[in-house]
């Protein structure tokens, strides 16, 4: 089974900086694109970041010169640093794996229904 587990949430204050991690179980291709989504209370999930093995990437112009994202394959983890946090960024973070391959930026442009994967979320508060 395919396991997606996050780590790195927390609260903030605005302007502050956060790494976020997660780690996957049982899901390797170099392919297919993993990364980030965010759900903000009352709004819809939206993408904001990812990446393929071969370095390929894609982000969300709400978060593009903010946010990074990166992996370590020899780790099977991804991560998230966020720097200059605003209070607009609080949300719940979901690390999720795509089950279509291609280019991420069409990836994330065919929105979660394209993703198979999830893990549980962890929360990010900015004050």
């Known amino acids: 089974d395919v396991q997606l587990v996050e780590s790195g949430g927390g609260s903030v204050q605005a302007g502050g900086s956060l790494r976020l991690s997660c780690t996957h179980f049982g899901y390797s291709s170099s392919r297919h694109c993993m990364g980030w989504f965010r759900q903000a209370p009352g709004k819809a999930r939206g993408g904001i970041a990812g990446?393929?093995?071969?370095?390929?990437?894609y982000y969300a112009d709400s978060v593009n010169g903010q946010f990074t994202i990166s992996r370590d394959n020899d780790k099977d983890t991804l991560y998230l640093q966020m720097t200059k946090l605003k209070p607009e960024d609080t949300a719940v973070y979901y690390c999720?794996?795509?089950?279509?391959?291609?280019?991420?930026?069409?990836?994330?442009?065919?929105?979660?229904?394209?993703?198979?994967?999830w893990g549980q979320g962890t929360q990010v508060t900015v004050s």
């Open positions: 990446i393929r093995r071969d370095g390929d990437e």
């Open positions: 999720a794996a795509a089950r279509v391959f291609g280019p991420c930026v069409e990836t994330w442009a065919a929105g979660t229904g394209v993703f198979d994967y």
